[in-house]
């Protein structure tokens, strides 16, 4: 697998984007961006991109002054999100096969990533979605059909704002009352944190709980034991998101990956082209 050194452009970007959030002065971009060069310098390269990004973000929020730097990126995603909602509802319940549907939305959400990509514009957003439901679903669909079939407790890891909002729909195919849901337990990018989760109406349905843990991923050491233990407890792990993918795909647990591969080091990971829509189970990777 490819290791963090070849994320580090993708961390520079961020650095700049974070520091341009909060403030219109240049001197501070620079001061962030030339601090966040001389701290890689010194990291351990080994870490997975999430436990490196987690790091580099702890430090961009206090140079940035600011506990949350998306925070109003993030209510706008949420909005457009829930906007969508009442189309995107009719697709599935005009489909001949909902599960499936629920899941190309779920997986075409998965755009919403503002660490992949700077600048997602809401046009970006809405052609995806418009076309999620003719997209073709890369990997075992029919066997996470067979897995969802047989589950009893379902443990559903989010991965962004407003993604959050279009996975509340494929959670209500799942049977909410077997799901936990599973947000980041303190902001770090776009991830979705408890507010997000309210923002889209999930404690109406569902228990939903914080990992405890501010990773771009679920890095499961960092996580609290509360949340490890429903992890361990669950006996299907349905995980979003190319961050949660890098950090649990070689964790032998039965997990679920669904997530758009959006860059070069994921494809290289997950041997699926960049695009690709991916439904990926634990098992695959170890056969890798």
Same mark, same amino acid.
């Given at each position: 697998m490819k290791t963090s050194l070849d994320c580090l452009p993708c961390f520079v970007r961020q650095a700049l984007d974070a520091a341009r959030l909060v403030s219109d002065d240049p001197s501070l971009h &620079?001061? !962030?961006v030339r &601090? @966040? @060069?001389e701290r890689i310098g010194w990291m351990d390269m080994g870490q997975s991109p999430p436990a490196l990004a987690q790091r580099i973000h #702890? #430090? @961009? #929020? &206090? @140079?940035?002054?600011s506990d949350d730097p998306y925070a109003a990126i993030k209510e706008r995603q949420n909005r457009m999100a829930l906007g969508l909602v009442p189309s995107l509802r009719r697709d599935i319940e005009k489909s001949a096969d909902s599960l499936a549907t629920a899941v190309k939305l779920a997986v075409a959400a998965n755009i919403i990533d503002l660490g992949a990509k700077t600048g997602l514009t809401e046009d970006e957003v809405l052609a995806t979605m418009r076309n999620a439901s003719s997209a073709e679903l890369t990997g075992e669909f029919p066997s996470f059909r067979d897995a969802v079939a047989h589950a009893k407790n379902i443990l559903y890891l989010?991965?962004?704002a407003g993604e959050i909002v279009v996975d509340r729909l494929l959670i209500e195919q799942l049977d909410p009352a077997r799901v936990t849901v599973g947000v980041r337990g303190?902001?770090? !990018?776009?991830d979705a944190v408890m507010a997000d989760a309210r923002a889209a109406g999930l404690p109406d349905i569902v228990a939903v709980i914080e990992n405890g843990s501010d990773a771009p991923g679920t890095i499961l050491a960092d996580c609290s034991e509360e949340f490890r233990r429903r992890f361990r407890e669950a006996d299907l792990i349905v995980a979003k998101g190319q961050g949660n993918? &890098?950090?649990l795909s070689d964790e032998p647990y039965n997990v679920w990956f669904l997530f758009k591969v959006k860059c070069p080091v994921i494809a290289a990971r997950s041997g699926l082209p960049v695009g690709a829509h991916a439904v990926m189970h634990t098992a695959e990777m170890v056969s890798a």
């Open positions: &620079e001061k !962030i &601090e @966040l @060069l #702890r #430090r @961009l #929020r &206090e @140079l940035a002054g989010t991965d962004n303190a902001p770090v !990018i776009n993918f &890098e950090s």
